[in-house]
């Protein structure tokens, strides 16, 4: 490149920036998390539901097990759910937690939420908290070197170990 910037591209994610599952302005796209709620457990790969909350495998991984916590309600943000949706949202995240140390030996986690576009969320409009379960050496050569990440298990088969093993922990 002549002005010396090495370049990763990753042009899969192209259509999900594009809108693939997500709304955005100028695309009819519904709310994912307010659609996924209407399925089934299996079809929406919902891990657990609570009573203002649910447990959903992420569609777009950053690890495998990557889960999302997501309020029932379509609200925005942390300082628009109720003590109550706030309390369970923190639950629920905690017991996914335990979930994945038990069913994949997970050994570390990264938790978070983005709020609002600006700051990374890819459907500011639904709240939702990601739970990323991590293990050593997990972060190797291959997102860097080979533009792919490795997930070693389908969705479909994380969610069922982890909605298998939910009620046991």
Request: proline share 6%.
């Amino acid at each position: 490149m002549p002005d010396g910037w090495a370049r990763l591209w990753a042009p899969h994610r192209m259509s999900y920036l594009a809108g693939e599952n997500r709304p955005l302005p100028g695309n009819d796209q519904p709310c994912p998390f307010c659609r996924i709620q209407g399925l089934d457990d299996e079809e929406g790969l919902i891990v657990a539901r609570g009573k203002s909350a649910y447990v959903v495998m992420n569609l777009y991984p950053y690890n495998a097990g990557h889960v999302l916590v997501c309020a029932n309600r379509h609200v925005a943000d942390l300082t628009d759910l109720t003590v109550e949706e706030r309390s369970e949202i923190s639950e629920l995240s905690a017991h996914a937690m335990k979930v994945l140390r038990k069913v994949s030996n997970a050994k570390g986690f990264n938790l978070g939420m983005n709020q609002g576009a600006l700051s990374g969320a890819g459907v500011a409009e639904h709240i939702h908290q990601h739970v990323v379960p991590r293990w050593s050496g997990d972060a190797n050569f291959m997102p860097i070197i080979g533009q792919t990440k490795v997930l070693p298990q389908l969705l479909s088969e994380t969610r069922k170990a982890l909605a298998d093993g939910w009620n046991q922990v």
